[in-house]
């Protein structure tokens, strides 16, 4: 099976910490079928405070990563992702697509994320006459408040041979925008226990500079108002009055849309007087990362929307208990209050409250290091490429069939 994968997060040599988990999972189905990948890189960069429009991106447009070869076109699109981008990806996509089918011949589209990328495979997938998958991460309610971009992100489902999500809340979603029953699939994401597993707390706080006599909280995500990072910070100024001897690390970088709120971030840290004890650290090898998390006492993820989050897998894995948002797949997550606890997303006194039941708390290290690490990525890419084998197999106008009687229903 040959798959032409899109995705507009997988990872690039100036932003290496994008979307990780699109670049595992397509690792690991690249042991079982042949695939390349799609990321294209905007031209420019409306969120930058300095005003520097333009990107200064000095890597090939196509490299070799691993087992995949990766194709980076440069495209432009107008802000405030409106519609008209789903019409420039498809529009600067499609003369390479061509080329990479004449030596490629791909069974298959697969689009991870539903708006921009999944409009733009239905339209090219259409194109070249293959079915196309759409994966759901988490963005697209976001992206459904828009009436407009709803309409086009509903077409784009309906339209699909099949829709992954990696939650079951996602799929109800595509449900209810009219994906039948039997074309939608929840294949949460998985686990590298290679790099994430349990280790000694204090070895891990002395290579990576912590203190040994002080809480560690660890947050992490891109610096985006939707992850909730200044909900942990202000957090930690209250649990510090409260006499808890604490530093917080917030991991992420600033990759897309992030300049703005780094900077008001660290404003935030400034006027709260927690130079010393919150520290935002940028992306992190995930190396580093699991260090991190073995090291902390608590994994905090404060944000307002997910799909499934890994970095909660990630910490799970590590043995580190979890603080998180009740959205997305995380209630599966932590399915037990022996792995972590839940708040509802944006309630600041919630938040703070349970962080404190948190770190009071004890907690087995070793039984939620199990639990984490209980899913791993090769499981995941058997899974989506046995639907996704399933779909070449069957003929379109059975695809077509399958879709057509769920809307003839409504």
């Known amino acids: 099976m040959k798959i032409l994968s899109l995705s507009s997060v997988y990872p690039n040599p ?19 079928a042949e695939v390349k990948v799609i990321a294209p890189i905007p031209l420019l960069d409306y969120s930058n405070p300095q005003g520097k429009l333009f990107r200064r991106r000095n890597f090939p447009v196509a490299r070799q990563d691993g ?7 440069r495209w432009l699109f107008p802000p405030k992702g409106t519609p008209l981008n789903v019409v420039c990806e498809f529009l600067r996509l499609a003369p390479l697509v061509r080329r990479i089918r004449k030596t490629f011949p791909f069974d298959l589209m697969d689009a991870h994320f539903g708006y921009p990328e999944g409009a733009a495979a239905a339209l090219l997938a259409r194109m070249f006459r293959v079915p196309y998958t759409i994966t759901l991460r988490g963005s697209e309610t976001m992206f459904a408040a828009s009436p407009a971009r709803r309409h086009i992100l509903r077409q784009a489902m309906q339209g699909a041979a099949h829709v992954i999500t990696v939650s079951d809340d996602l799929r109800e979603f595509a449900l209810r925008e009219g994906v039948a029953p039997g074309c939608a699939t929840t294949v949460p994401n998985g686990i590298d226990t290679a790099i994430f597993h349990p280790c000694d707390r204090d070895p891990a ?18 610096l985006i108002e939707a992850k909730g990072h200044h909900l942990v910070i202000q957090a930690s100024k209250v649990l510090l009055e409260r006499g808890f001897d604490l530093e917080v690390m917030i991991v992420g970088g ?23 004890r919150v520290h935002l650290m940028g992306w992190v090898p995930r190396e580093t990362m699991a260090e991190l998390l073995a090291a902390a006492d608590l994994f905090c993820l404060a944000s307002f929307t997910e799909g499934w989050p890994n970095v909660v897998n990630e910490a799970l894995a590590c043995g580190s208990p979890v603080v998180a948002s009740a959205v997305g797949g995380v209630p599966a997550m932590l399915p037990r209050r022996d792995y972590g606890l839940t708040v509802p997303p944006g309630n600041l006194a919630l938040l703070i409250k349970v962080l404190d039941q948190g770190l009071r708390s004890p907690w087995d290290r070793a039984a939620i290091a199990e639990w ?4 791993s990525w090769g499981d995941v890419a058997a899974e989506v490429l046995r639907i996704q084998q399933s779909l070449i197999s069957v003929p379109a106008a059975a695809r077509a069939g399958q879709q057509a009687y769920h809307h003839v229903r409504h």
């Open 205 to 222: 706080r002395l290579r990576q500079r912590l203190p040994l006599d002080r809480r560690i909280i660890v947050s992490a995500g891109e």
């Open 254 to 276: 600033t990759a897309r849309g992030g300049p703005r709120y780094e900077h008001r971030l660290r404003s935030l840290v400034s006027e709260l007087g927690l130079a010393d």
């Open 372 to 375: 984490g690490g209980s899913r």
């Open 67 to 73: 087992p995949l070869e990766v194709f980076h076109p």
């Open 14 to 32: 100036a932003e290496p910490g994008l979307g990780l988990f699109v670049r595992t999972r397509l690792e690991h189905m690249a042991a079982r």
